[in-house]
C-alpha cells in the first residue's frame, strides 16, 4: 500500500558536496594575488612606468606577509564555510548519518476527506472495539486533508485500558494503513527518556535516540511514535540531581509547534518533529501528570468480551488465510462456552491463531 506524500525541509542544515581545506584556499588565494599582480606589472611596463630590470618573477610577487595574511583569511573562510553547515560540531562520521536529510524527507498526505473515511472505515472493521480512538485518528485524517496540510495530524492519544485488548496492536495496524514506518518503543526501557529521544556529552553514552534513529533509517520525517505503558517509565537522575522523566521529554514534542524546531540532544541540530503523531498507551492513569495528560486525548478502554474476541479470531483467521475448517474450530471453542469465564486477551487469541496456523501448514502424513 502507498500514499501521496510531500517533501518537507526537516532541518536548516546546509550540505556542501565539498569544504575546501585551508590548504587549498590559500592555493588559490596565492595563485589569484600573482596573477593580479603579475598583470599589473606588465601594464606598467607597457605604459613605461617601470623597466625590465624592475620586472619581478612569479615567485617573488608574494611576500611574508602576504602569506601571513591569506593563511588567516583561508582558516577564516573555511570556518564560516563549515559553520553554514549547521553540523561543524559533529564529527565525520555523525556529519555522514545526517545525509540522509538531504532534500528534506516525505510525510506521508491524505489528499481527501474520502481517503480520510476509508483508512477509518478498514480500522473500524478490524477493530471495532478500538471505535473511540478510531473516531479520534478520524476526525485528525479528515482536517488533514480537509486543510491541505503537508502530511497528517492528530491529537496525541493516551490509550488507557487493560493489558490485552489490542491497544499497540491497533496503532501498528493504523501504521500500515497510512503507510508509514513506526517507531515502537517500551517505556519499561531503562532510561526510558533518553532511549527515545536520545542523550548528549556529558552522559555515561551519548546516543541517539530512537525517534531520530527512525527518521535516518527509514528517511521518513512522519513515523507514529507507539509508548507501552508509559505510567511504568522510570525516573533518572544526573550526577548533579538533575532529574529526567519520559513524560517531561515528551512535552516540547507533542506540542506542533515546539516540536518543529525540536533539537536532537545527541547531534544538537534542530529537526522538524512536528509531524510526528503519538500513541502512548498505559493501564492506567497513575504517574501520567497533568502538563502531560493535558496534551493529549485521554480515552479510557474497557476490557474485551468474549463476543469481541470470537469476531476478532473470525476476521484474523480469514485475514491470514486459514481454512475455513480451522476458523470453524475456533469458532466452535468460542460457542460451547468453554471459555466464556476465562480472562482472555488478544494475546491469548494470537496465540491459538499462531497455533492453527501452524497445523493448517504442516504436511500430511501417509
Avoid at 596565492?30 to 599582480?37: G, T
Avoid at 611574508?64 to 564555510?81: S, V
Wanted: hydrophobic share 40%; charged share 25%; aromatic share 6%.
Amino acid at each position: 500500500m502507498t500514499r501521496s506524500t510531500t517533501t518537507i525541509p526537516f532541518h536548516d542544515l546546509n550540505f556542501l558536496d565539498h569544504i575546501p581545506s585551508v590548504r587549498e584556499v590559500e592555493d588559490r588565494l596565492k595563485k589569484f594575488l600573482r596573477r593580479l599582480r603579475k598583470e599589473h606589472q606588465d601594464a606598467a611596463h607597457e605604459a613605461g612606468l617601470i623597466t625590465e630590470d624592475d620586472l619581478k618573477m612569479s615567485f617573488e610577487m608574494l611576500e611574508d606577509a602576504d602569506r601571513t595574511r591569506i593563511r588567516r583569511r583561508a582558516m577564516t573562510y573555511r570556518d564560516r564555510l563549515q559553520a553554514s553547515t549547521g553540523m561543524s560540531h559533529l564529527s565525520e562520521e555523525n556529519r555522514t548519518r545526517l545525509t540522509a536529510l538531504r532534500g528534506g524527507l516525505p510525510v506521508a498526505r491524505v489528499e481527501s476527506e474520502h481517503e480520510a473515511d476509508e483508512i477509518a472505515a478498514v480500522l473500524h472493521a478490524e477493530m471495532p472495539w478500538m471505535a473511540r480512538a478510531t473516531e479520534e485518528v478520524w476526525h485528525g485524517l479528515r482536517a488533514s486533508a480537509r486543510d491541505g496540510l503537508a502530511g497528517v495530524r492528530f491529537t496525541p492519544l493516551v490509550l488507557n485500558g487493560p493489558a490485552g485488548i489490542g491497544k499497540s496492536y491497533w496503532a501498528r495496524r493504523l501504521a500500515h494503513h497510512l503507510a508509514v514506518p513506526t517507531v515502537k518503543f517500551d517505556a519499561t526501557n531503562e532510561p526510558a527518556s533518553f532511549a527515545l529521544t536520545g542523550s548528549q556529552r556529558g552522559w555515561g553514552s551519548a546516543h541517539a535516540g530512537k525517534l531520530v534513529t527512525t527518521v535516518l533509517e527509514h528517511r521518513h520525517a512522519g513515523p507514529p511514535v507507539i509508548v507501552d505503558e508509559i505510567e511504568k517509565a522510570d525516573e533518572v537522575y544526573s550526577t548533579r540531581g538533575s532529574r529526567h522523566t519520559l513524560t517531561d521529554a515528551l512535552l516540547p514534542l507533542m506540542e506542533r509547534m515546539t516540536a518543529a524546531t525540536w533539537q536532537c540532544p545527541y547531534f544538537q541540530v534542530k529537526f522538524d518533529m512536528s509531524w510526528v503523531n503519538w500513541i502512548i498507551t498505559a493501564n492506567g492513569r497513575d504517574g501520567l501528570p497533568e502538563p502531560f495528560q493535558s496534551r493529549c486525548v485521554v480515552l479510557d478502554l474497557p476490557d474485551l468480551t468474549v463476543a469481541q474476541l470470537r469476531d476478532f479470531a473470525v476476521a484474523e483467521g480469514a485475514r491470514r488465510g486459514l481454512p475455513g475448517t480451522a476458523v470453524a474450530a475456533l469458532v466452535d471453542v468460542f460457542d460451547c462456552g468453554a471459555i466464556s469465564r476465562a480472562r482472555l486477551s488478544l494475546r491469548t487469541v494470537a496465540r491459538m491463531l499462531d497455533r492453527a496456523e501452524t497445523l493448517a501448514n504442516q504436511p500430511m502424513l501417509h
